[in-house]
């Protein structure tokens, strides 16, 4: 019988005594002893490796010798039990039990569909208030597997999951995510729904790549003038503007994930020079003012004096994925163009690092974009930007010219500080 297919975790060491195996795996601050008993994983945690060993050892040599005895050498249960042990061969005797145990419980599961558990899911998290940006990524996330894999729970595998996952992203940010979900619903299906036997599922088995992210990528100036001049109105352009030249999040511009509206064009101040962040469309629960930047300024200011929202968009992603894609159509008659690639977050991470090579303030930078002092000087802050963040924040309309005053981009108007109070 071949034995279930585990988490990719070699141990440090096992320990045998007939059926009986006690394992021990090494973590950063020791080193941890597992065996089973009674049909339950039991653990204990040593720091010393000679502590582990010792352990192991006794506790493998205790429990072989609890093995059921008989009376005589032909005792008929012991020759049995040597017949099982013979057939099974190096597979301990409780991992055969186990899968017995777990796929025989199937027969007594409520299998139900994973397209139907997730919509359930999500709707138990809806009545109970959970934060609609949380709930609409949950879905988002796990709907290709369900579309991809359209069966009941218990009939799927961690390969026929992982490989889904795999095949549907490359970045390992994204497959971290799906993995993550994909336990959430799993394990619900199996404590509420009843759907799964007890035990792991087959989401624990999901590979888990690395969820740090990686080298933090930013626009150039001349990818940003690209993306103005391909931008088709004024909205887009405020997107890119309130993006690459505030510093805004995606779903502080757009509402996205948030379940409130975009932010209106009354909240860009044009006479004090900043830009409102109301409390509801924003990741922390304060309200800022974000400075508006002579540049950012000339690209918004079409929209002074009107109604609405100054990007009205479902998804900030998807339109300037439509803006590279116009630019890459628009040069693929050029041999020498090296097509262009949306960038993650690529805008507001631009501004965060032109800003800061600018003013070499993280804590005021960090203050106008609300994130952390450390967040900036372990990702954002770049040696030999300043230069090139000059440049950025040259970025103006066609016959439209900055000030010439030294703090027009590097400093923020006494309007600005006092804009909230």
Same mark, same amino acid.
């Given at each position: 019988?071949?034995?279930?297919?585990?988490?990719?975790?070699?141990?440090?060491?096992?320990?045998?005594?007939?059926?009986?195996?006690?394992?021990?795996?090494?973590?950063?601050?020791?080193?941890?002893?597992?065996?089973?008993?009674?049909?339950?994983?039991?653990?204990?945690?040593?720091?010393?490796?000679?502590?582990?060993?010792?352990?192991?050892?006794?506790?493998?040599?205790?429990?072989?010798?609890?093995?059921?005895?008989?009376?005589?050498?032909?005792? !008929?249960?012991? $020759?049995? %039990?040597?017949?099982?042990?013979?057939?099974?061969? @190096?597979?301990? +005797?409780?991992?055969?039990?186990? #899968?017995?145990?777990?796929?025989?419980?199937?027969?007594?599961?409520?299998?139900?569909?994973?397209?139907?558990?997730?919509?359930?899911?999500?709707?138990?998290?809806?009545?109970?208030?959970?934060?609609?940006?949380?709930?609409?990524?949950?879905?988002?996330?796990?709907?290709?597997?369900?579309?991809?894999?359209?069966?009941?729970?218990?009939?799927?595998?961690?390969?026929?999951?992982?490989?889904?996952?795999?095949?549907?992203?490359?970045?390992?940010?994204?497959?971290?995510?799906?993995?993550?979900?994909?336990?959430?619903?799993?394990?619900?299906?199996?404590?509420?729904?009843?759907?799964?036997?007890?035990?792991?599922?087959?989401?624990?088995?999901?590979?888990?790549?690395?969820?740090?992210?990686?080298?933090?990528?930013?626009?150039?100036? !001349?990818?940003? $003038?690209? %993306?103005?001049?391909?931008?088709?109105?004024?909205? @887009?352009?405020? +997107?890119?503007?309130?993006?690459? #030249?505030?510093?805004?999040?995606?779903?502080?511009?757009?509402?996205?994930?948030?379940?409130?509206?975009?932010?209106?064009?009354?909240?860009?101040?044009?006479?004090?020079?900043?830009?409102?962040?109301?409390?509801?469309?924003?990741?922390?629960?304060?309200?800022?003012?974000?400075?508006?930047?002579?540049?950012?300024?000339?690209?918004?200011?079409?929209?002074?004096?009107?109604?609405?929202?100054?990007?009205?968009?479902?998804?900030?992603?998807?339109?300037?994925?439509?803006?590279?894609?116009?630019?890459?159509?628009?040069?693929?008659?050029?041999?020498?163009?090296?097509?262009?690639?949306?960038?993650?977050?690529?805008?507001?991470?631009?501004?965060?690092?032109?800003?800061?090579?600018?003013?070499?303030?993280?804590?005021?930078?960090?203050? !106008?974009?609300?994130?952390?002092?450390?967040?900036?000087?372990?990702?954002?802050?770049?040696?030999? +930007?300043?230069?090139?963040?000059?440049?950025?924040?040259?970025?103006?309309?066609?016959?439209?010219?900055?000030?010439?005053?030294?703090?027009?981009?590097?400093?923020?108007?006494?309007?600005?500080?006092?804009?909230?109070?």
């Amino acid at each position: 019988m071949p034995a279930r297919k585990k988490k990719k975790r070699e141990p440090w060491k096992v320990i045998r005594d007939g059926s009986v195996e006690v394992t021990i795996y090494q973590e950063k601050a020791g080193f941890r002893v597992t065996w089973y008993f009674a049909g339950k994983r039991e653990r204990k945690f040593f720091v010393e490796a000679k502590e582990a060993d010792s352990f192991a050892k006794q506790k493998a040599t205790s429990l072989g010798s609890a093995r059921p005895k008989g009376e005589a050498e032909n005792d !008929e249960d012991l $020759r049995y %039990l040597r017949q099982l042990r013979q057939r099974l061969g @190096e597979t301990p +005797l409780h991992v055969a039990v186990d #899968f017995f145990l777990q796929h025989n419980a199937k027969a007594k599961l409520a299998p139900a569909l994973i397209q139907d558990v997730l919509a359930e899911l999500a709707g138990k998290m809806r009545e109970d208030k959970k934060s609609p940006g949380y709930v609409q990524a949950f879905e988002r996330y796990l709907q290709p597997i369900a579309t991809a894999l359209p069966r009941k729970m218990h009939t799927l595998s961690a390969a026929e999951l992982d490989a889904c996952i795999r095949n549907y992203s490359e970045s390992s940010y994204t497959r971290y995510r799906m993995a993550s979900y994909l336990k959430t619903l799993f394990n619900w299906a199996r404590d509420v729904k009843k759907a799964l036997p007890k035990g792991e599922t087959e989401a624990d088995f999901v590979n888990m790549p690395d969820p740090k992210p990686g080298e933090i990528r930013i626009y150039t100036p !001349e990818e940003m $003038r690209l %993306l103005l001049t391909f931008a088709k109105d004024d909205h @887009e352009r405020a +997107l890119l503007a309130l993006g690459g #030249f505030v510093g805004l999040r995606n779903s502080e511009i757009t509402g996205e994930f948030t379940g409130h509206g975009a932010l209106p064009i009354a909240s860009i101040l044009f006479d004090a020079q900043a830009v409102k962040v109301v409390q509801k469309v924003q990741l922390r629960a304060v309200t800022r003012f974000a400075p508006l930047l002579p540049n950012a300024r000339s690209w918004l200011e079409p929209l002074r004096g009107k109604a609405g929202s100054a990007a009205p968009f479902p998804r900030a992603g998807r339109v300037i994925g439509s803006i590279v894609e116009r630019i890459n159509q628009a040069h693929e008659d050029d041999p020498d163009w090296v097509p262009m690639r949306p960038k993650r977050n690529g805008l507001r991470r631009s501004h965060i690092s032109y800003r800061t090579a600018i003013t070499r303030d993280v804590p005021r930078v960090a203050d !106008e974009c609300n994130t952390s002092p450390e967040k900036i000087r372990l990702h954002y802050r770049q040696p030999g +930007l300043e230069e090139v963040a000059h440049r950025w924040y040259a970025i103006t309309p066609p016959g439209r010219s900055l000030p010439d005053s030294p703090t027009a981009i590097g400093g923020a108007s006494s309007a600005v500080r006092n804009a909230g109070s």
